[in-house]
T-cell receptor
Framework: KNEVEQSPQNLTAQEGEFITINCSYS?????LHWLQQHPGGGIVSLFM?????KKHGRLIATINIQEKHSSLHITASHPRDSAVYIC?????????WGAGTKLIIKP | DVKVTQSSRYLVKRTGEKVFLECVQD?????MFWYRQDPGLGLRLIYF???????EKGDIPEGYSVSREKKERFSLILESASTNQTSMYLC????????????FGEGSRLTVL
């Protein structure tokens, strides 16, 4: 069993839909990262959180430490949100990476 | 604007050649990382460095070495490139090794023929 699991692996939605991507982990962590990678592009950090909730524009990230679970939400999704979203957890001076969720938003 | 710059976006090398991938960051970060990214395997850590002249092996260091002579520069070296090292290589930096925000370069796509 992977230490960081993301779901779904792939997600296709229509423009305007509310999107949720989930990340579950099995290790003790110091922080959880959400990152975004566009096709052929570099990786951009979206959020780093260790508790509660953070919001940036149409993106919201939440974490439940007790349940070892985090969600990334996108409100009013847009085709430019199409990308791979990656969850990574910081534990014992290492980062453990999820496999990523490929999101496609259709106009 | 903070930046991590990788020297080459695309490289094509032949088997057995020595390959240098360079990464420079302008954020005065102590910690720098080299990852490779392959379809279906996600990001895998090759080496990281938490200080000048310091380095630690990651999950897949075999076939690679690194150099960090200056704080801002972290180089990945393939002493003798092989076809199974064809991959996307990503450099990152952070202010702390496990909790700090990560900043990535654009990536270097290496093809070994």
């Amino acid at each position: 069993k992977n230490e960081v699991e993301q779901s779904p692996q792939n997600l296709t939605a229509q423009e305007g839909e509310f999107i949720t991507i989930n990340c579950s982990y099995s290790v003790g962590i110091s922080a959880l990262h959400w990152l975004q990678q566009h096709p052929g592009g570099g990786i951009v950090s979206l959020f780093m959180l260790s508790s509660g909730k953070k919001k940036h524009g149409r993106l919201i990230a939440t974490i439940n430490i007790q349940e070892k679970h985090s969600s990334l939400h996108i409100t009013a999704s847009h085709p430019r949100d199409s990308a791979v979203y990656i969850c990574a957890v910081g534990s014992n001076y290492q980062l453990i990476w999820g496999a990523g969720t490929k999101l496609i938003i259709k106009p | 604007d903070v930046k991590v710059t990788q020297s080459s976006r695309y490289l094509v090398k032949r088997t057995g050649e020595k390959v240098f991938l360079e990464c420079v960051q302008d954020m005065d970060h102590e910690n720098m990382f080299w990852y490779r990214q392959d379809p279906g395997l996600g990001l895998r850590l090759i080496y990281f460095s938490y200080d000048v002249k310091m380095k630690e092996k990651g999950d897949i260091p075999e076939g690679y070495s690194v150099s960090r002579e200056k704080k801002e520069r972290f180089s990945l070296i393939l002493e003798s490139a092989s076809t199974n090292q064809t991959s996307m290589y990503l450099c990152a930096s952070s202010s702390t090794p496990r909790g700090g925000e990560l900043f990535f370069g654009e990536g270097s796509r290496l093809t070994v023929l």
